[in-house]
């Protein structure tokens, strides 16, 4: 079975389809988005129209999450004051040019999803099992992911959130367990900038071996950047957006 896995696409259009294009090659059998569908590019609603029109069970992101239920937009520490601002400008631009039934959706969309394909089990997150907006980094505590992992009784654990993807193999008492990013499609923060998702391939005549059954790809794709960079700087979206991804 063949699974595409994609995050974090802020409003990004041009990297969604192109990302999408790519699945079609990959020729999954299912696709799963991790959530932030909105935020730092111009294309919201498309992007969101895109995601429904071809019934890809989402998950909410933080990004989602605030603008379903309208949430203030608290400075974040870890962010200059240039992209404190940016963010408040992009998220307020995001609310107020959502379509009503575009919010709705967000608004209905679940914390997680959980996958058992055959002997291996899998849970899907934004940010981690206990909130959308928990980091988890490559170099997370391995003591603390084996305890997620543990309590939610999954092999493998794939989050987005931070927009930089990996593949972590862990070994909880003695059993082989994985926690992978799936990295970000629309605003990437690695050195590329490439749209980036994640490829799962299991091996059903492999049942019995759990996840070694599973192979894990990261997949990055070209897209035109150009465009999104155009479309940030024609819209209201905030020149920051752009300006980011220029840096590669």
């Known amino acids: 079975m063949r699974i595409a896995i994609i995050s974090d696409i802020h409003g990004n259009f041009p990297a969604l389809k192109a990302v999408l294009d790519d699945v079609a090659l990959f020729n999954a059998d299912q696709i799963y988005c991790l959530g932030d569908l909105t935020d730092g590019a111009p294309w919201n609603n498309e992007v969101i129209e895109l995601i429904r029109s071809k019934g890809i069970p989402t998950i909410m992101g ?6 379903a239920f309208d949430h203030p937009v608290f400075p974040l520490s870890k962010h200059s004051k240039e992209e404190q601002e940016a963010r408040l400008n992009t998220i307020n631009h ?3 040019t959502i379509d009503p039934d575009h919010k709705a959706f967000l608004a ?3 914390a997680s999803i959980r996958l058992s394909i055959d002997s291996v089990s899998i849970l899907l997150v934004h940010g981690s099992p206990e909130s959308n907006e928990e980091y988890i980094y490559e170099n997370h505590e391995e003591a603390a992911l084996i305890k997620m992992l543990d309590d939610h009784d999954i092999d493998i654990m794939i989050s987005g959130h931070t927009h930089l993807s990996f593949i972590r193999s862990i070994s909880g008492g003695g059993v082989a367990k994985l926690m992978i990013n799936a990295g970000s499609v629309g605003r990437s923060k690695e050195q590329d900038r490439k749209a980036c ?3 799962l391939n299991i091996e059903n005549h492999k049942k019995e071996q759990g996840v070694t059954a599973v192979v894990p790809v990261i ?5 035109p950047i ?3 960079i155009a479309g940030i700087r024609k819209s209201a979206v905030p020149d920051f957006y752009a300006d980011f991804l220029e840096q590669h």
């Open 94 to 96: 995001t609310k107020s």
């Open 197 to 199: 998702y994640l490829q």
């Open 62 to 67: 933080n990004h989602d999450e605030r603008i």
């Open 219 to 223: 997949r990055k794709v070209d897209y």
């Open 108 to 110: 209905g969309l679940p």
């Open 226 to 228: 150009a465009e999104t």
